[in-house]
């Protein structure tokens, strides 16, 4: 039986959703959180939608694994939620799919949130979640410059390392809505797929733009240079979200 | 001088506010943070509205203390934040006050928050924030039980220890409202003034009213007793944030 699963997780201390020796991941505590359940001690994989850096969070990663055994989706859920080692991942919600399901393959879109807390002083509560920016952002500025990320656009210069794993640097965002509400500022990015640390330097962007460091127009230029620069920064991970994926 | 600043912190890694000889408080944070300050090396005693309980958050704490030394606000603000040791807790404003000024004494009323997540699964993000209830709450219920808090009472079976400190157990409930937003439910408690536990043991009751544990009209039984009983549970204080101090 193929299950699809949705995971919340709170990133703060996971090296992000990739198996690596040594380091606590979100994928790994999965699997070992699935593993008792497996019939005759086999290994479970755990296949993500993708990957989630250090300290990115997650409300809605999608994942499919394997299982040789008869249960509900309420059962899975609270088995491996009671597998879990602690609670700051959660499977949220489990169907049972196709064989050929691909958590990877299948996903046409995905939405990423990226949370700012803009005052002089970070709110204790909010650290957690959001980028702290206490220069003043010019709202305007940032949604002239988010309306050109918007369509598709070879993105190379918008992300580190971008042919890692990947042989077209080319995506389409597809909206970037920006709200506002005090000083929280949230901007969200949905589009059909992501380079490496693509939504952080978006993100990152967006802010230079909005303390002034950097004009609106300037996202053309870059996105047509295709090369990386000092000019694009990435905006700390705790600030980003997976938010849904969708199929 | 004296001053009086508001203090917002995330209570997760704080024995509380009060100082205590071998554990973390966010009252010792903030004394060790304004010594430097201090001329001729004495002690700084901040003085703040009442105690919060280990795992307690506070959004508005409000502290009084004296310094002998020329600041403006956005100048003491910078320094005591620049000299606590975690961002878990900010001075988010300070003022000059009468000399006279206290804390404590001066407080005519308080707001605290109370806040839940009820769902089947504790969503990781909002773990730390939130207790979490599993069994649907019936809201309707919990309004007719909160109904009967409000108004002066003699509040000791609603309270653990109830005359620790104090000579009255006697206390005005303002307000208590209700607010939920899907999973989201949050009790807002107001009152002039609270006893030791007093909103976790409320918030339990209402909790337990919630899920058909107790009847609303228990309420008014259970005052009259003024006696503290296992019906009488304390929420857990991660749910808890002592929102504001009115003076």
Aim: proline share 4%; aromatic share 8%.
């Amino acid at each position: 039986m193929r299950w699809k699963i949705t995971i919340a997780y709170d990133g703060t201390d996971f090296h992000g959703w990739q198996k690596q020796i040594g380091f606590r991941t979100v994928q790994q505590d999965l699997e070992k959180a699935i593993s008792p359940l497996v019939t005759e001690g086999a290994n479970v994989a755990v296949n993500g939608s993708g990957r989630t850096d250090a300290g990115v969070h997650a409300h809605g990663q999608i994942a499919h694994f394997d299982l040789d055994r008869d249960m509900t989706p309420h059962q899975l859920r609270r088995a491996i939620n009671g597998n879990l080692p602690s609670d700051d991942v959660r499977v949220m919600h489990a169907e049972t799919v196709a064989p050929d399901f691909d958590a990877r393959r299948d996903a046409v879109s995905k939405e990423y949130r990226y949370r700012i807390w803009n005052a002089e002083i970070m709110d204790p509560s909010e650290r957690r979640t959001r980028a702290h920016v206490t220069k003043p952002l010019d709202l305007p500025a940032i949604h002239a410059a988010a309306r050109l990320f918007i369509g598709t656009h070879d993105f190379a210069a918008f992300s580190a390392n971008p042919l890692r794993e990947v042989e077209s640097t080319v995506r389409t965002v597809h909206s970037i809505e920006i709200f506002s509400d005090g000083p929280a500022v949230e901007f969200r990015v949905t589009g059909n797929g992501f380079l490496y640390k693509m939504v952080r330097s978006i993100s990152g962007f967006l802010i230079a733009v909005g303390i002034g460091r950097e004009k609106p127009e300037a996202v053309d230029e870059i996105i047509a240079s295709k090369i990386r620069t000092a000019r694009v920064e990435s905006a700390v991970p705790q600030g980003l979200t997976l938010w849904r994926v969708f199929y």
